[in-house]
């Protein structure tokens, strides 16, 4: 399958500051990529559909201010948490595939905010 | 209600056991129906997909859809410690996966 990869694996920050999370496509061009996020023991929710080249759909109840999200090539699309809080505390995930109907997740990146 | 219900579990069997993972769902609109596992603090990965009704098999794992009933299945044969994660299933009304509506997982320990 595909390989998708996302750094850093484990962020740790302070509440008030920003986090950015890069979401890499290896060995596929990507001109959609989805963002999830999962709290423990619960499903994955989409937050939002990441596009190259234009701007990103976010689903309902998702604060696009707060999730900047930025498709700047066909292989990397970047999530950034601004002010961030104890409550947006998460595992973070990304998607893609070279098929619509194959998505590969990344490994996910554990964001703790203290 | 959800539109996806999965077996919470927890499940656990014995290595070599025949295990059997199921989903039930309200919108009868979907068509794309995936299965994906999940090892702790690590993201999904794909296992099966099917489109529409139907069985589907790979290896020791077999996808069932049953569209009327609005059911889905996945069976694994001669289970192995390995396979021990979370299974989540998944499904889309489109052929884009990545706007799946996910279940909320099974885990599954294999004791050997």
């Known amino acids: ?59 309902q109840g998702v604060e696009k201010d707060k999730f900047l999200i930025n498709h700047a090539s066909l292989t990397l699309s970047t999530l950034t948490v601004t002010s961030a809080h104890p409550e947006d505390s998460s595992f973070y995930i990304c998607s893609g ?17 203290t | 209600q959800k539109e996806v219900e999965q077996d919470p579990g927890p ?20 068509q794309y129906f995936m299965w994906y596992r999940q090892y702790s603090r690590k ?10 009704s139907g069985n589907k098999e790979d290896g020791r794992f077999t996808a069932q859809v049953d ?16 396979d021990s994660a979370t299974y989540l299933c998944a499904m889309s009304v489109g052929a884009n996966a990545g706007k799946s509506t996910f279940g909320d997982g099974t885990t599954l320990t294999v004791k050997p």
């Open chain 1, 1 to 59: 399958g595909a390989v998708v990869s996302q750094h850093p694996s484990w962020v740790i920050c302070k509440s008030g500051t920003s986090v950015k999370i890069e979401c890499r496509s290896l060995d596929f061009q990507a001109t959609t990529m989805f963002w999830y996020r999962q709290f423990p023991k619960q499903s994955l929710m989409l937050m939002a559909t990441s596009n190259e080249g234009s701007k990103a759909t976010y689903e």
């Open chain 1, 97 to 113: 595939g070279p098929l619509s109907y194959e998505q590969y997740f990344g490994p996910g990146t554990r964001l703790t905010v």
């Open chain 2, 11 to 30: 499940l656990s069997v014995p290595e070599g056991a025949i295990v059997s993972l199921n989903c039930t769902y309200s919108n009868s609109a979907f």
């Open chain 2, 43 to 52: 993201g999904p990965e794909l296992l099966m997909y099917t489109y529409s």
């Open chain 2, 67 to 82: 569209k009327s009933s609005k059911y889905i299945s996945l069976f694994i044969r001669d289970s192995q410690p390995s």
